[in-house]
């Protein structure tokens, strides 16, 4: 018999959607699983708003004091979907109310507080994960398990770039993301963050890096009331305010076991709307990975020989392919959404052993030291060690 886990979400935006989402179909698709997730609260500053995502994403109750919500005694499971600003206090709230934590990337908005925080999780011994959706698309699952079964042979170069482009227009306000107070940083935390753990889950530990950094737009309209992070909403008409954050970030990495990585995230790629992609180069056959064609990876074996060699495209949806068993017959894709639910069961599904998912805190304090170290090798145009951060 599966056993009752309480979650208590804090956040009803966007990841706060996405992961409530992700605990009510868990248990649908992945009947076997051993703790089912109840839904008992979400918590937001808006009781309005709140309310009405308690309603329409079908939790038990709400709140509007985050620390009320992790104080409760019904609550085994705190997932942290609030802005980076909100990260540390809530993480560290929880770990010593010994509550297990789920936490939105990146960690934290500096690489001191992702430390404290992860200090806090590991003398609590609470479980954590942080939510890297993408390596729960099962084509990214996948183009692991043939680099680890040595498919790829020794990898020569990792070439990864996550474009966006929501903030091109110079009319588009300022909004939360774009404060390094409240954001930490702007493209390179926000999504330069995802490529650094696709590229620790896939190639491995990053050794040094040597980045540049770039504000396009340095004043933006503020925006009119209250305003969404991806969504224009509406801009005021006179009051402008400075942009604090990159808007764009670029960098080379040696990693430690040799390979060569170049990174680039962006939010002024025109025409780019959620490009994250990755190719992968290794002695024995390469890997090309695009989220917008996510159910698809392209692979080269050099075991082809010359006369056949070249990229086969493999559309992952059949019941070989990681977590697609879960999900519809061969042939019938599955998107962004399901990322999050394939993330939970693992989350789930480890807690239920006393284990930690992977990416856990500690991987992300890893991520907090590459995104640091991308910044301080901005400012001082030079190489940067992670040793050194
Ligand atoms: C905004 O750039 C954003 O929503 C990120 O915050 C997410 O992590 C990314 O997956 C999609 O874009």
Request: hydrophobic fraction near 45%.
């Amino acid at each position: 018999m599966p056993k009752d886990v309480n979650i208590g979400l804090i956040g009803y935006a966007f990841m706060g959607k996405a992961h409530s989402h992700a605990f009510k179909d868990v248990a649908l698709f992945f009947p076997e699983m051993r703790l089912r997730p109840v839904m008992k609260a979400i918590c937001g500053r808006d009781e309005t708003a709140v309310k009405a995502a308690a309603k329409r994403y079908g939790w038990e109750s709400y709140e509007t004091d985050a620390a009320k919500l992790i104080r409760r005694g019904d609550i085994d499971v705190v997932d942290i979907s609030s802005p980076g600003w909100a990260h540390k206090s809530q993480v560290i709230a929880a770990a010593r109310a010994g509550k297990h934590i789920i936490c939105e990337k990146p960690i934290a908005n500096s690489l001191k507080d992702a430390r404290e925080m992860a200090a806090a999780v590991n003398k609590a011994g609470v479980k954590s994960f942080v939510m890297f959706n993408y390596r729960r698309v099962p084509a990214v699952a996948f183009a692991r398990e043939l680099i680890r079964s040595g498919e790829l042979g020794e990898i020569f170069h990792m070439r990864a770039c996550y474009l966006q482009d929501w903030i091109t227009d110079p009319q588009f306000p300022l909004v939360w993301r774009l404060d390094r107070k409240l954001a930490g940083s702007g493209a390179l935390g926000d999504i330069g963050s995802h490529i650094i753990d696709l590229a620790r889950f896939l190639v491995g530990d990053i050794a040094e890096v040597c980045g540049m950094t770039k504000t396009f737009i340095k004043e933006r309209p503020l925006p009119a009331g209250a305003s969404a992070g991806l969504a224009k909403g509406g801009a005021t008409k006179t009051a402008r305010g400075k942009v604090t954050v990159d808007d764009a970030a670029a960098w080379l990495a040696r990693f430690e076991n040799g390979a060569l990585g170049t990174f680039e995230a962006t939010r002024f790629a025109t025409g780019r709307k959620n490009y994250n992609s990755f190719e992968i180069y290794g002695s024995k056959g390469s890997l090309l990975f695009n989220f917008e064609e996510m159910n698809k990876l392209q692979f080269l074996s050099r075991k082809d020989g010359p006369a056949t060699e070249g990229f086969r495209e493999i559309v992952v949806t059949e019941g070989a392919h990681p977590y697609i068993k879960a999900w519809w017959p061969p042939g019938h894709i599955i998107g962004y959404e399901h990322t999050f639910v394939n993330a939970i069961y693992d989350f789930l599904e480890a807690l239920s052993r006393g284990k930690n998912a992977a990416p856990d805190i500690n991987d992300g304090v890893r991520v907090q030291e590459v995104l640091e170290a991308v910044e301080r090798s901005a400012a001082k145009r030079s190489w940067v060690r992670i040793k050194d951060v």
